[in-house]
């Protein structure tokens, strides 16, 4: 299993008046409906919009059904902006049972901040959401619905992967022939070496139930862009059922990915990926309990 580096500040969140509260653990048995985890890297500009309209939806969802319980995770992935700061208002204005901060002490990319949020969340599912609000959130009912499609839940486990495969067609014609040549590559190495079958392994909408996120978040070695594949390699070798839902999705400025450098990273890590699990130096074990 790999090993999971945490540093002491990491194990606290401020609740909202400024105190220091010890975060709960994956292990420990749900106490809300839904976690959203947000891994925010220098988003002090974009984050903003994301939680107002995640938040406005949730509190309305709570309205309609008194019920309903959820929280909101943002993990700042060592910004050197006021990512904290702007999220941590928030908190105070919702609640830290509602809205939770985790600042992580170093940049570990988007994967490494995913699995510290989902390792401290209370949630029965659990929903990855990226911080520029590219998806909109109301879709969570598109992905909670794919979800119920599948049960019965083998083990209680199963993903629902949010998908803008719908929109290739679109995005095509917008894009240089250049980045729609990389983004053909990328998809054809995902095939070739890791996920088959589905068609978008890297839209940042996905909803996973609990003992799914625990079993593929535990095997996880992978921190930055290419932990999607991991992920869901992960959950195909487990045999997790997994939906992939169309979803409404719009480009968001201020992307961290440099195209070329960022797709060709990824395309290391893709023949990584495969290169390790089949010289047997990562493994995954089907008979491995949950702690």
Known sequence: MPHLRQYEEEKFFLNARGQKETLPSIWDSPTKQLS????????????????????????????????????????????????SKVAFKYCQKYGSDKVRVITLVKNRGKGGAIRMGIFSSRGEKILMADADGATKFPDVEKLEKGLNDLQPWPDQMAIACGSRAHLEKESIAQRSYFRTLLMYGFHFLVWFLCVKGIRDTQCGFKLLTREAAS??????????????????????????PIAEIAVNWT?????????????????????????????????LEQTRKMN
């Open 251 to 283: 480009e968001i400025e201020g992307s961290k990915l440099v195209p070329f450098w960022s797709w060709l990273q990824m395309g290391k890590d893709l023949l990584f990926i495969r290169l390790r699990y089949l010289t047997g130096a990562w493994r």
């Open 215 to 240: 079993r593929t978040f535990s095997s996880l070695h992978i921190e930055r862009w290419a932990f999607d594949v991991e992920l869901l390699y992960i959950a195909q070798f487990f045999k997790i």
């Open 36 to 83: 959203v985890v947000v891994p925010s890297y220098n988003e002090e500009k974009r984050l903003p919009v994301m939680m107002d309209e995640a938040l406005g939806y949730l509190e309305e969802r709570q309205k309609q059904d008194p019920t309903f319980t959820y929280e909101v995770i943002v993990v700042d992935d060592g910004s050197k902006d006021q990512t």
